[in-house]
């Protein structure tokens, strides 16, 4: 992406130029006009790298202000009149509700021919963690209901760890979608906890001894440890014993004198005789070590200071290696892990058309799965490499958690779909089948919609993929109801999933358009590549492509088509938002980061540095700024019909970057098309919300964008 300086004369709407520190009510209301609540301007001048930049609504950054909270509360009341009129709303909640409640399962891990999987049926809030065996098809039952665990389903499983043998599970929970997890230790065939609770373990991972008596693990600092604001990094690795005191816990590893945001990660070979520990600075690499598990010795480097990331399993006395390293799309290599020298390594499975995700040694085959254009695929290999099948999945779709081990008689994985709702299958490996763990009325007929996938051109001639679904049979007449939604960072695939809140959409008539942006891992380490730092606009070009091109096929009109996108799918919908507001009838912007000179200044934002930037570097700065919606709002410009949510407890995306757009756009459209906010009590980023949050959320989104559109439930 170009490079685009800002002298200090020059002007974006009230950021940019010598201004002086004023304080202002909100601009006299049009004809037509909605009358927002008020939204103070307090100005506040800062100079980066030359440049003066004029931010006036920094006072709704701090999240403990009583200013703050009345804004939000008017706000929240002044949302909740204007989605109230809608009149399909009944409806609409009445059809979301029934689709909420199918029955979905999730999450499967074998361990010591243990299954372990989330079930959620009916109108549970959280789902149900469930355990079967030993023996793959002994008996099924509860294992951890978290549903009991508060009043309003507001607590939430965050991660879980079984233990070698099956007879322990490693756990994590917390409340109000905040993810701050507590780890806890739960023996199987009691459904009782042990008394070890471990706080600060965040995102954590677990690594079981072969004996099933203690675990590597990772833990944050607790409060006053760590200078104000860091207890979300310094991530460390610790040894933990059953049933004692964790404050005595062993350090394992400090990461001493490396920046405190590198990531540590543990994990357990197959083979239970091997632990690894992975470090990261980037979302784009890692580095990888080893030692015999049950050592207390140092870690062995096996793949130091490279260009890519790789991953490791063991089992028969090899590592075996999932590198990008020399092969953007992944290759898998064996190594002898007594001498793990990289350079003796030896390719077994090469790299694919699509991207190798993950791999698993499932009753003596490889279990691999691949990701060809932006679709799942699992294919079953000999051990010396040989292909010997792929196994057969339900539809166009995509496919999460695969598991299996060396002496069990299957594999199992969770498959979704655009209208299939997320089911764990089994693959018996002795009679060739697939079938799910359970048979459940699917609620939805596949049969009634039609999925197919498109390629649009990209501003610089990138063909992209977008993936359509709509009702079979609907005629495409240039008028129809569109939504269009991406991702596009992180190296996260955007692959076709189950999203509930869709599904009324297309039994309305509506279109629904998913878009595999650059940024993705779709495609590999380029792919990821091309889309970050300072070719981030390759992305939202894409996105802007996808629109144009689903006008130019005669599917929708700029009126009738909208945009919806979280957390970094927010920060696409905003850019498109204020980069090409003629294109879109509505945005729906959830979550999102939006101001990104100061996002690294808060929460666990500065992770993402590797991938966004940091104003910090001038030159970043400059490529930051030239994208940046809170930057690049424009007064005057009609805006379209603009829905913007966050959640009062998210960790991951500080509430403070919709609270400030909501104001600027208010304040600054020159459209009378409604800007509206939803900011949600005792919820987070989106994990861990209970079902009737969700379904409430899904209602007023849909109220929105039906709204906006012209359309009516189905």
């Not at 960790?651 to 919709?658: D, E, I, K, M």
Request: aromatic share 8%.
């Amino acid at each position: 992406m170009r490079s685009i300086s800002f002298p200090v004369a020059r002007a974006l709407g009230v950021f940019l130029g010598l201004t002086s520190l004023s304080a202002a009510g909100p601009s006299t209301a049009r004809a037509g006009r909605p009358a927002y609540p008020e939204s103070p301007v307090h100005e506040v001048a800062d100079t980066l790298h030359g440049h003066v930049l004029i931010d006036p609504y920094r006072w709704l950054e701090n999240d403990t202000s009583a200013a703050v909270r009345q804004w939000t509360d008017s706000q929240n009341r002044f949302t909740r009149q204007y989605l109230d009129n809608f009149p399909g709303r009944a409806a609409l909640a009445q059809r979301l509700r029934k689709v909420y409640e199918l029955t979905v399962t999730s999450r499967p891990n074998l361990e010591g021919r243990t299954l372990f999987y989330s079930r959620r049926a009916g109108d549970q809030n959280q789902p149900i963690v469930h355990v079967r065996g030993p023996g793959e098809r002994g008996p099924d039952r509860v294992l951890l209901d978290p549903n009991t665990l508060s009043s309003d389903g507001t607590v939430a499983v965050d991660w879980m760890y079984p233990s070698p043998d099956g007879a322990l599970l490693a756990y994590g929970t917390s409340a109000s979608g905040s993810e701050k997890s507590t780890l806890h230790v739960r023996r199987t065939d009691t459904a009782k906890d042990l008394p070890d609770a471990i706080p600060n373990t965040s995102f954590a991972s677990v690594a079981w001894a072969p004996d099933g008596k203690s675990f590597l693990y990772t833990r944050h600092p607790a409060r006053g440890e760590v200078p104000g604001g860091e207890e979300v990094f310094h991530a460390q690795v610790f040894e933990h014993r059953l049933c004692a005191d964790p404050a005595r816990d062993s350090l394992v590893y400090s990461g001493e004198g490396r920046p405190i945001q590198e990531t540590r990660r543990v994990s357990t070979s197959a083979d239970r005789r091997w632990v690894f520990l992975e470090t990261s600075l980037d979302w784009a690499k890692n580095d990888l070590y080893a030692r015999p598990a049950g050592s207390r010795g140092p870690f062995t480097p096996i793949a130091v200071g490279l260009d890519g990331e790789t991953h490791a399993d063991a089992w028969g006395g090899k590592l075996y290696l999932l590198s990008n390293v020399g092969a953007p799309r992944f290759h898998i290599l064996t190594l002898d892990p007594v001498k793990p020298d990289l350079q003796s390594a030896k390719e077994l499975i090469p790299e694919q058309q699509g991207v190798i995700e993950s791999f698993r040694n499932a009753g003596g085959s490889l279990a691999v799965a691949v990701t060809e254009k932006a679709v799942s695929r699992v294919l079953l290999f000999e051990l010396d490499g040989t292909l010997k099948k792929e196994i057969p999945l339900p539809a166009l779709g995509s496919v999460d958690n695969l598991t299996g081990e060396p002496e069990a008689k299957a594999v199992y994985f969770s498959f979704a779909s655009f209208v299939y709702p997320p089911a764990v299958y089994r693959y018996d490996l002795e009679r060739g089948r697939l079938e799910p763990i359970e048979t459940v009325s699917p609620g939805i007929d596949p049969a009634d919609f039609e999925t197919r996938q498109e390629w649009v051109t990209s501003k610089d001639g990138t063909r992209v993929p977008v993936f359509l679904v709509h009702k079979k049979g609907l005629a495409m007449d240039g008028n129809r109801p569109t939504l269009l939604t991406a991702y596009g960072g992180f190296n996260v695939s955007e692959q076709p999933s189950f999203n509930p809140s869709a599904i009324p959409w297309l039994e309305a008539g509506g279109v629904y358009a998913d878009a595999c942006l650059r940024g993705g891992g779709e495609f590999g380490r380029d792919w990821h590549e091309a889309g970050r730092l300072e070719r981030k606009q390759n992305v939202f070009d894409d996105f802007a492509a996808a629109a144009e091109w689903l006008v130019s096929q005669g599917i929708t009109r700029p009126e009738r088509l909208a945009a919806r996108g979280g957390s970094n799918g927010g920060l696409l919908v905003g850019a498109a938002l204020t980069q090409r507001p003629e294109l879109f009838g509505a945005i729906v912007c959830q979550v999102p980061l939006l101001d990104m000179i100061r996002y690294h200044r808060f929460s666990i934002a500065r992770y993402w540095v590797p991938e966004y930037g940091s104003s910090e570097d001038p030159r970043q700065f400059d490529f930051l700024l030239a994208y940046s919606p809170y930057q690049n709002v424009h007064a005057g410009t009609r805006y379209p019909a603009t829905l913007l949510t966050a959640a009062e407890s998210d960790s991951r995306v500080a509430p403070l970057h919709a609270r400030k757009m909501t104001a600027l756009l208010q304040a600054k459209t020159g459209g009378d098309a409604p800007i509206l906010i939803r900011i949600e009590s005792k919820a987070g980023h989106g994990a861990g919300k209970p079902t009737a949050k969700r379904v409430e959320e899904a209602v007023d989104v849909l109220s929105f964008l039906m709204m906006q559109l012209g359309i009516s439930p189905g």
